[in-house]
């Protein structure tokens, strides 16, 4: 069943990501993969950070592609490519290379893509167009996308927020064009970017650094290529235009910036599309949400005029070119500012209510921790309708842990709780979901579901300690999700929703997070009544 593959795609970057993440954190020293600010006026950090989240989105792309999808040529095309692109990235992260030398990776890894298959072969507005236009063509703008990708990766959440916006639009148009091919790489992506954000968003405790951004550029490109120029696409040619107009609008304005101020062309400034949002006195999250807010507007009009004629789809862009860019020379010609900083500090005022009932806190973790326990175990029980494969997969899993755990003999204790937990949380959801049919929208468990939600929004805000905490790309995530996902008409089985399945999902895993930050006893406890649960499924054999 094609639909279950989206899901099983999604779910495997995910968990993958969220186990690999914390890792490459603790271990980016070691591998030499450290962003040091000093010496440096355009970063905005101030002390170092690990620049390995970049493999944490890597590495979960690759096992849901390799597990998901069956060889052929597209596949070892897109992934010898990504590996060329992404191996002189990390040069560059641990090495610092010179623009010409980044340039060379990319060119390299552009052109073995283009080999394998990745060309523009419909040009917009020429009929029968020459295959050396068709190769420049798509030469200029695979490398235009790379670039634009890696400029925007300059605030926490931006690239990867931006990028997964992309691919969510690419993953529905793909789904819709039956390119199952197209959409479970843009699943597995999106799944490893949702992961990545939990640990990216402001203030941020780990970058993609340059192997990141230049695999999503490259990514996300060849995804549109290929989407739109299947044979049997109906989409116009310049979808993969409309889908990444916001990097490729990006190289567009620094080029101009930096022609008019006679600064060379390649090497870092502060001139990108994000740093002069920032010169009117926004906040950085501010930023963020500026252009998540402007990406969301040109996805919109992309799906819009999809199927449109190539006048009608570049007339767009250049019209939402013209318009943003010309909006904001205006604001600086004129000297506009907003006032970021009494936002920020209402924003902590705010904070402020909620943090004066903090002597719950201390109660916090073993509530949740109660609480996630027990939705486990009754999940696990009334799972009578999980089909007997999965059931067998869960029992392996829950015996793999148990021996690990063994063996361990205490170390690895929170990468232990993170494999226990999201895998019984996913199991007992599905099995849960499927076994309970059709219900209600506003039944009793769902009125008890959006209460818990809710009362953990507020928990995590009635501390100053940065145990965990919610962020304006979390919501977006969620947003995506739980909007989308109910339009895919996923078949997952009788009675099944995907959207509810999926917000349960992820209601469990942020409340598994969220004990799990309480600390060693806390990390123990949850493991322990997740490997129950998954063993409780065992009764429905």
């Known amino acids: 069943m094609i639909q279950l593959l989206y899901l099983y795609s999604f779910f495997i970057g995910l968990l993958s990501s969220l186990i690999l993440i914390p890792l490459l954190v603790k271990y980016a020293s070691k591998l030499g993969l450290v962003d040091n600010p000093v010496g440096s006026l355009r970063k905005l950090h101030k002390a170092p950070m690990p620049r390995s989240g970049g493999l944490g989105i890597i590495i979960p792309t690759a096992i849901a592609i390799l597990v998901i999808l069956p060889w052929n040529d597209a596949i070892l ?6 590996l060329v692109i992404v191996g002189f990235g990390l040069l560059d992260d641990v090495m610092e290379l010179k623009p010409a030398q980044k340039l060379i ?7 073995l893509a283009m080999v394998g298959g990745m060309v523009i072969s419909t040009v917009p507005f020429i009929d029968d167009a020459p295959i050396w236009m068709s190769y420049a063509l798509t030469f200029v703008f695979v490398m235009a996308v790379i670039n634009g990708v890696n400029f925007s990766d300059g605030m926490d ?3 990867a927020g931006t990028t997964l916006m992309a691919l969510v639009v690419i993953f529905l148009l793909a789904v819709a064009s039956n390119n199952a091919q197209v959409a479970i790489i843009a699943a597995s992506i999106c799944a490893a970017l949702v992961g990545f954000l939990r640990f990216n968003t402001h203030p941020a405790t780990i970058f993609m650094g340059d192997a990141g951004s230049q695999f999503l550029g490259f990514s996300v490109a060849w995804l549109a ?19 990444l107009g916001i990097p490729i609008m990006d190289v567009l304005q620094v080029v101009c910036v930096r022609v008019k101020k006679k600064l060379p062309l390649p090497g870092p400034d502060k001139e990108h599309f994000h740093h002069q949002i920032a010169k009117l006195g926004l906040t950085q999250a501010s930023v963020v949400a500026t252009v998540y807010i402007l990406q969301l507007i040109l996805l919109f009009g992309a799906f819009l005029v999809k199927h449109d004629t190539d006048t009608t789809a570049f007339g767009f862009y250049v019209f939402y070119l013209a318009g943003v860019l010309g909006l904001l020379y205006l604001a600086h010609m004129q000297g506009w500012t907003v006032g970021g900083a009494k936002a920020f500090e209402g ?7 909620f943090r004066r009932v903090s002597a719950l806190h201390p109660y916090s973790g073993k509530f949740y921790g109660a609480v996630t326990a027990g939705l486990l175990w009754v999940f ?20 793999s842990i148990v021996s690990l755990r063994l063996i361990a003999k205490g170390r690895w204790t929170l990468l232990i709780a993170r494999v226990s937990t999201y895998t019984a949380s996913t199991f007992c959801v599905y099995g849960m979901t499927l076994s309970l049919g059709p219900q209600d929208l506003f039944g009793i468990f769902d009125l008890f579901l959006i209460s818990l939600t809710i009362l953990l929004a507020i928990s995590i805000r009635t501390t100053r300690k940065k145990y965990f905490w919610l962020t304006p790309q979390d919501l977006l995530v969620l947003f995506f999700v739980i909007l989308l996902a109910p339009s895919l008409s996923l078949d997952l089985g009788p009675g099944v929703n995907a959207g509810a399945l999926v917000y349960k999902t992820i209601l469990l ?11 060693y006893l806390a990390q123990k406890r949850l493991t322990t009544a997740a490997l129950f649960s998954l063993f409780l499924l065992s009764i429905n054999l």
């Not at 109906?234 to 409309?242: A, E, I, K, S, Y």
């Not at 924003?347 to 209510?353: A, M």
């Not at 029980?381 to 015996?399: D, E, F, R, W």
């Not at 895993?509 to 600390?519: F, K, S, T």
């Open 380 to 399: 696990a029980v009334i799972s009578t309708g999980m089909p007997k494969g999965l059931i067998y997969i869960a029992l392996i899993v829950a015996i």
């Open 105 to 111: 990776g990319q060119t390299l890894g552009v052109c």
């Open 347 to 353: 924003h902590n005022r705010r904070n402020g209510v």
């Open 509 to 519: 895993l942020y409340l598994c997070e969220y004990v799990l930050a309480r600390g």
């Open 225 to 243: 290529i290929t989407l739109s120029q299947a044979e049997a696409s109906t989409l116009t040619p310049l979808l993969p235009l409309l889908i």
């Open 157 to 159: 959440g931006l690239a």
């Open 77 to 82: 095309s897109f992934l010898v490519s990504s």
